[in-house]
Nanobody, 115 residues
Framework: QVQLVESGGGLVQAGGSLRLSCAAS????????MTWHRQAPGKQREFVAF???????NYADSVKGRFTISRDNAKNTVYLQMNNLKPEDTAVYYC?????????WGQGTQVTVSS
């Protein structure tokens, strides 16, 4: 069992920045990949960013060039740096850890971007 705890959400004006953190209860070396997803009110959860154990990253088109996913192996933590935030980025952000064949989810952190 892996526990994931997200933090760093909040209220920010359009054009601002936030950095989300996702702390894992186990070494992230044991995790195949970690991802960030988000869910806006009335919408389905959607993929945001991915980082594999080897460091390969991938992003949703809607956040490319604005968001950066990274990891700190010593702290068992994955980050999502979000710059130039837009009102449409408002959502609950969730991190997930893939340890095949299971996926573990955090509880989510709210990000609200005002126009």
């Amino acid at each position: 069992q892996v526990q994931l705890v997200e933090s760093g959400g909040g209220l920010v004006q359009a054009g601002g920045s936030l950095r989300l953190s996702c702390a894992a209860s186990t070494s992230i070396f044991s995790i195949n990949a970690m991802t960030w997803h988000r869910q806006a009110p009335g919408k389905q959860r959607e993929f945001v960013a991915f980082i594999a154990n080897g460091g390969i990253t991938n992003y949703a088109d809607s956040v490319k060039g604005r968001f950066t996913i990274s990891r700190d192996n010593a702290k068992n933590t994955v980050y999502l740096q979000m710059n130039n935030l837009k009102p449409e980025d408002t959502a609950v952000y969730y991190c997930a850890a893939l340890i095949r064949p299971k996926t573990y989810w955090g509880q989510g952190t709210q990000v609200t971007v005002s126009s």
